[in-house]
C-alpha cells in the first residue's frame, strides 16, 4: 500500500460545479496536510494547509482533514475553467519530509 | 515574499553528458532545500534536501549529486547522464518547514 493515494483522475466536471478531490493515508503521524495546484509544464502552487483535523475556508476553497478515518479533501466551489489543472495532496509529520499524492487531472469545461 | 529561481528552464542532453541545474532563493535565509523529480503523468520523488550549507541528505541512491554553497543556493549535478534522468526536475523551500513552495522547474530530456 503506498503511503498517500490519491483518485488519478482525470475528472471533468461543467463551469459552475462543485468539485471534490480526496486523498487516503496510511500514516497516522501526518500532522501537516497541504493542497498544491499545478498547471502544466508549471511548478506546484500552495493552495492551501492545515494542521491536524478540521475544515479551512479561502475562497472557492475549502480543505477538510479526518485524521480518524485517515482522509483528506479539497472542495472547489463555484468552478472555473482557470481550475483545469493536477491537483497535489502532500502531508508530513512533525520533523519529517513532505509526502506527495500522485495527484488529480481536473479539467473545467466551459 | 521569498521566490525560487531555477534555470535552465528546459534542457535537451545526450546520454552520458554532465549536467548542473541551480535553483536560487530570494526574500528568506536558512531555509530547507529540496530537490524533487516528476516523471510524466507521476507524482514528486524526493531526491535531496538541505537543512543548511554544505548539509546534503539523499533520498534516492543513483547517480545525481546535490551541493549547497551558498545558503541560498542549491544545485543538482550529474557526471553522466542516463535516460532514465529525464524528467521535470524542482527545487523547493520550506522556511518553517511547514509551508513548501516550489520553483518554475527544469525540464530535462535525455536523448
Known amino acids: 500500500q503506498k503511503e498517500v493515494e490519491q483518485d488519478p483522475g482525470p475528472l471533468s466536471v461543467p463551469e459552475g460545479a462543485i468539485v471534490s478531490l480526496n486523498c487516503t493515508y496510511s500514516?497516522?503521524?501526518?500532522?501537516?496536510f497541504m493542497w498544491y495546484r499545478q498547471y502544466s509544464r508549471k511548478g506546484p502552487e500552495l493552495l492551501m494547509y492545515t494542521y491536524s483535523s478540521g475544515n479551512k475556508e479561502d475562497g472557492r476553497f475549502t480543505a477538510q482533514v479526518d485524521k480518524s478515518s485517515k482522509y483528506i479533501s479539497l472542495f472547489i466551489r463555484d468552478s472555473q475553467p482557470s481550475d483545469s489543472a493536477t491537483y497535489l495532496c502532500?502531508?508530513?509529520?512533525?520533523?519529517?519530509?513532505?509526502?506527495f499524492g500522485p495527484g488529480t487531472r481536473l479539467s473545467v469545461l466551459p | 515574499s521569498q521566490t525560487i529561481h531555477q534555470w535552465p528552464a528546459t534542457l535537451v542532453q545526450p546520454v552520458g553528458s554532465p549536467l548542473s541545474l541551480e535553483c536560487t532563493v530570494e526574500g528568506t535565509s536558512n531555509p530547507n532545500l529540496y530537490w524533487y523529480r516528476q516523471a510524466a503523468g507521476r507524482g514528486l520523488q524526493l531526491l535531496f534536501y538541505?537543512?543548511?550549507?554544505?548539509?546534503i541528505s539523499s533520498e534516492v541512491p543513483q547517480n545525481l549529486s546535490a551541493s549547497r554553497p551558498q545558503d541560498r543556493q542549491f544545485i543538482l549535478s550529474s557526471k553522466k547522464l542516463l535516460l532514465s534522468d529525464s524528467g521535470f526536475y524542482l527545487c523547493?523551500?520550506?522556511?518553517?518547514?511547514?509551508?513548501?513552495?516550489f520553483g518554475p522547474g527544469t525540464r530535462l530530456t535525455v536523448t
Open positions: 523547493a523551500q520550506a522556511k518553517a518547514g511547514y509551508e513548501q513552495y
Open positions: 500514516n497516522s503521524a501526518f500532522q501537516y
Open positions: 502532500a502531508m508530513r509529520e512533525n520533523g519529517q519530509n513532505f509526502v
Open positions: 538541505s537543512v543548511g550549507i554544505g548539509q
